[in-house]
């Protein structure tokens, strides 16, 4: 790095002084004049006007030019202008970067969008060595190469270019749609109808790539293009668990996902040839076997792995989904709702509903005689017994949302009441129950019925999921069905059994929604029962692998 820097400096040092002072009568020629007058770039000036890229280099405006030397153009057609114009718009950057400057070390953008990055083992900005550096122009400098940089295209161009016919690429494909990006696109010329001529910069308007911009000359990408064999092989695997009310839309969903999986990274190229699993950008454990790896490919933005196969477990794939409490999406009444601070808590915060519940415990008296009664006996229990602070709502709801996969998950959940008189009275320890209601994916969504009873609950209006826990006791539980009572309040009765008990049974992929509920036991004014939630745990049950 050093001797590259030293050597800069030697040969550029008096030129910039003297474009600083503004002394020298050739600095003030721009950086096309300085081009034509150098007898060792006549080529590079010659590809610079057939390809209208002299109109760029006349502006005000600062440009770097790498100007590749005459015998840097052996075996290269400078007839064919496409192949010229893409030779060209890599050699110049925005801005004047000069060889001290610390961007020039790191990497420089270039008006075709690509970067041209440094390598300082090799002492070559893309493969080619500086010869002079930092001629100084009015309107820039100029860095004379040895060479043209070695044209690179980015991931997603590569793989479209290359593998058009594997699945993989035929899916992302499908989604494509090519636009001109008219502000970087460079204005060349104007034809004979008087029509302003571009050399244009295309962009790619895909979800798949707003999502994952494999296409972004800014990102650094690792990709995995799995082959058709490997590809057809997830395919399979992940039909049944990506299911759609419409069948004709699970398989372009599966294949969607099967294309997400091999996004490694967006930030750092990784050597997959030094791991056995990769986590992806999504945190899906990806195997990798080495002897499956077939080729590589350095792209402008990265780095390609060409795979046969991988084979990605199912409990990596369709994972636990985590639903936080204080997360929720809307609620009957946002001013009854506390999202508290609980360093106990899953992310630091829980959510608590203020609301009475009424509990009649039996109390052991102990007689003077030393004989014992029992009795009944009520307690309120409640956050703020403030009339204000208090909800008063039959089925007062909190609204979640999580997307799911067409399996059978069971329903883990953490709901801590650390309310400390609601424990510390052994006579009278609080004990609340939750009710959990829930729409499926692509079903209309839970709604209250003109009664205030909760509708569109995919068990029905006589059952759903129930929470039961006691104040004081932090404990990851798992939720059951319970029978509801054939009225509007839908208070809960028994609970289910059989093997079932615990299971939701998902049938379409997709968000569905889920209603936290009181009123599990009575409807009285403002005592419809509290509701606490740290998380709930959406847990998939998978075969083993």
Known sequence: ????????????????????????????????????????LTIFARAIEKTGYNLLLEQASNFTVFAPQNSAWSGIDTNNIESLKKIVS????????????????????????????FNSSSQTLEGAK??????????????????????????????????????????????????????RSVQTGVNDLGQL???????????FLTEYPINNEDSLVTFILL????FDYLKSKYMPYFKQQVDSLTEPLVKENICRDMVISLNKVVDLTAVDTIINVDGVKVPINGSNIKSTYEASNGRVYVISKSDILLKNKIQSIRIEGENYLSSSSNSNLYVRFRRWASGERDIMLNCRFVQTDNVTLIGSQGQDSIISENKTFFWDNNTASLANAQNFHIRYQAPVNSVDYEIHYVA???????????????????KLFISMPGQPELAY?????????????????????????????????????????????????????????????????????????????QSQGMLFLDYILLVPKLPAE
């Open 130 to 183: 500086i010869i002079s550096a930092d001629k100084v122009a009015g309107n820039g400098v100029i860095h004379i190469v040895d060479k043209p940089f070695e044209l690179k295209d980015n991931v997603f161009d590569y793989i479209l270019s290359n593998f058009k016919n594997t699945e993989l690429v035929k899916h992302l494909e499908s989604m494509n749609t090519k636009v001109m990006d008219e502000e």
């Open 227 to 230: 082959e058709d064999d490997g």
């Open 1 to 40: 790095m050093l001797v590259f820097v030293a050597g800069f400096m030697s040969c550029s040092e008096n030129e910039w002084d003297d474009h600083v002072g503004g002394s020298d009568g050739a600095i003030k020629a721009d950086l096309l004049q300085q081009i034509k007058s150098n007898p060792d």
């Open 416 to 434: 801590y009441d650390d309310i400390d008189w609601h424990y510390e009275d052994t006579n009278h320890i609080f004990r609340f129950d939750q």
């Open 197 to 207: 001529e571009y050399d244009t910069i295309w962009v790619d308007v895909n979800p």
């Open 449 to 525: 019925t003109s009664a205030n009873g909760v509708a569109n609950n995919y068990l029905g209006d006589l059952m759903c999921f129930v929470a039961q826990d006691t104040a004081g006791i932090y404990k990851e539980r798992k939720m059951t069905k319970w029978n509801l009572g054939a009225n509007t309040t839908q208070y809960i009765t028994t609970a289910v059994k059989g093997d079932d008990a615990s299971i939701m049974s998902v049938p379409a992929s997709g968000n569905l929604t889920m209603w936290l509920c009181n009123t599990a036991k009575t409807n009285a004014t």
């Open 90 to 117: 890599y050699q110049i950057a925005y801005g004047k970067n000069i060889s001290t400057d610390a961007v020039f070390m790191s990497k420089l953008k270039m008006v075709n969008t690509k970067y041209v990055r």
